[in-house]
Antibody
């Protein structure tokens, strides 16, 4: 079964750090672009970062310089290191797979989400 | 950066047709994907590349994209279709979501 499972969410004080993990199974992980997407409470979906098979990374301006995405193909896993966290980063964080071929640029597989709360 | 506009909410009577729009500058030149998200659940891809349904998605879901507007159409709306719906495109090495539309089935 194709599956993504997030872990690492929790409560952190403003200015703190947190590392999220996403474990993949059921597909050739090393061949896919992988993403993090978040949904702040009461708001819509927001793309957070992506990493290609070769390790190329991309971020929106809202997290660039604070968040770092990485991957470990040998462990079928990728990560999101979040630093200098702010209240506005409070959200459910999802990991997602970008499809290939006809599904290129679409997120065809999603994890169940992990909650990150930034509060003092 | 590219922006897309969705109505905050759309209501549809049970069994009727709902249309959710996604507006953007020349969006017709891009591939638009649509997601359904129910409370407490992860998003689900319901339309990819403008008008294609993944396996397992009912034929009642369809999409179109032309000019400055992409549209998700849900025919014969059911109570189980109540959810938030998001459009998404790729633009300049970034992924962009519309603001989302809450669909209510009356």
């Amino acid at each position: 079964e194709v599956q993504l499972v997030e872990s690492g969410g929790g409560l952190v004080q403003p200015g703190g750090s947190l590392r999220l993990s996403c474990a993949a199974s059921g597909f050739a992980f090393r061949d896919y672009d992988m993403h993090w997407v978040r949904r702040p409470t009461g708001k819509g979906l927001e793309w957070v970062s992506s990493i290609g098979p070769a390790g190329d990374t991309y971020y929106p301006g809202s997290v660039k310089g604070r968040f770092t995405i990485s991957r470990e193909n040998a462990k079928n896993s990728f990560y999101l290191q979040m630093n200098s966290l702010r209240a506005g980063d409070t959200a459910v964080y999802y990991c997602a797979r970008e499809g290939k071929g006809d599904y290129n640029d679409a997120f065809d597989i999603w994890g169940q989400g992990t909650m990150v709360t930034i509060s003092s | 950066s590219y922006e897309m506009t969705q109505p905050l909410s759309v209501s549809v009577a049970l069994g009727q047709t709902a249309r959710i729009t996604c507006g953007g500058n020349n969006i017709g030149s891009k591939d638009v994907h649509w997601y359904q998200q129910k409370p407490g659940q992860a998003p689900v891809l319901v339309i990819y590349r403008n008008n294609n349904r993944p396996s397992g998605i009912p034929e009642r879901f369809s999409g179109s994209n032309s000019g400055n507007t992409a549209t998700l159409t849900i025919s014969r709306a059911q109570a189980g279709d109540e959810a938030d719906y998001y459009c998404q495109v790729w633009d300049s090495s970034t992924q962009v979501f519309g603001g989302g539309t809450k669909l209510t089935v009356l």
